[in-house]
């Protein structure tokens, strides 16, 4: 049989007093804070899925965020096309008017310089619009070209009508961004573009471009690699021209390629937009053949002195239709101006709908990541947080008990040493 000791009796109960007051502090900062867990020892299972939870809370937020931000740009991209699709519908309708014939004399002579200078004002605006920057001055049409506007327009004088020479006016307008994507994450590894480059939105009809060089000797020398509107053409040594016409037209981009000619190139694009050309990484291939500059080969505007280009900007069929006016050429406003004006509405209208597109994703994505969120705090907040009315009983039993303990301890503790003396 064990022996019992004083000092025995005496550690047990200073023991158990010590553990119902460690118990009773642990319920009472769970009360306290609401958390169930206060450092991972506490239970390492539950505080991983604790920090897995958070993280993942912490994303979505994120993830919201980028979506709110991407889908304020789309929306304001969308009113801007909005607009432009209002200046050409006012640019048609004074097309009509001056192709129909009404107009006879010197009335005529006024009137259609009356209309020239309307759509001049238009084609100011529609400069301004695709120099347009967003909310935080970013512009919205350059690519992710942020430190300069994407379209610079040329100013020069022409001559109209009756030899009446006009000054100041806009005969060109150049492209100075690129075809960069802005992009916003809006789940892991997902992501929507939120620019619309201005080479493709701004582009009126479809482009043309013919190089100038007899390609029919030609055969790569080293493997190398060249781009077409952004998309990799990779070469290998000895392929002809008729290989690289192939590849081209293999390629996920929207032009045609082929020979006319003494093997000369010709680049054809199936929706309208300004082809972007650039070797890379050390290759010469389409210097080779004649299409971009050797002295200017970094896009855009760095096609070839020598190629053939055809093809026109929307600002190119508002100069163009302001000069006819201007020339009084009843017969070209009345053909291949108007069906500049309907091409250019189309591709702007193409693009918007576009746009649409693009939002629609992003309320998608809305929604769920609204989801996630909801979800994920409810996962938290189970791993996390604390059953009040468990956590309440608990500290009653603990406070019952320790009580219990010390009622107890006082009547071991009660003899004293006067009471062995006797």
Known sequence: M???????????????????????DKVENQLATGQRIRKPSDDPAAATNQMFFRTRVEELEQFENNIDDGYSRLMLMD?????????????????????NGIYQGDNAFELKNAMAKEIDQHLRSLIEIANGRDAVGRPMFGGDVVERLPFEPIISNIRG?????????????????????????????????????????????????????????????????????????????????DDILDKINHANVELKAAKIGQDFISLHTTNPHQIWLEDVDG?????????INPEKSDPPNNYAETARQSGLSVFDTLIKLRNDMVAGDQLEISGRDLGN?????????????????RQNRMDEHQKRVTWDQVYMKELLAKSEGVDM???IVNLKYLEAVHNYALNVGARIMKPTLMDFIR
């Open 283 to 291: 290759g010469t291939v389409l210097r080779d053949i004649g299409l």
């Open 341 to 357: 004006l309907d091409e250019s509405l189309n591709n702007i209208l193409r693009y918007r709908a576009e746009v649409g597109a």
């Open 389 to 391: 009315p468990e956590a």
């Open 2 to 24: 064990m022996r019992i000791t004083d000092i025995m009796k005496n550690s047990n109960l200073v023991g158990n007093i010590s553990r119902h007051q460690y118990e009773m």
């Open 79 to 99: 009113g801007e096309l909005d607009r432009v699709g209002s200046i050409f519908q006012r640019v048609r309708v004074l097309a009509v008017q001056a192709s």
């Open 161 to 241: 009508g009756k030899g009446i020479e006009l000054e100041n006016m806009i005969v060109g307008v150049e492209y100075r961004g690129n075809i960069g994507q802005q992009l916003r994450e809006v789940e892991r590894s997902q992501y929507v573009d939120v620019n619309l480059p201005g080479n493709k939105v701004f582009w009126g009809t479809n482009m043309t471009l013919t190089g100038s060089v007899d390609n029919s000797g030609y055969r790569a020398s080293t493997d190398q690699v060249f781009k077409i509107d952004g998309q990799t053409v990779r070469v290998a040594a000895g392929d002809t021209i």
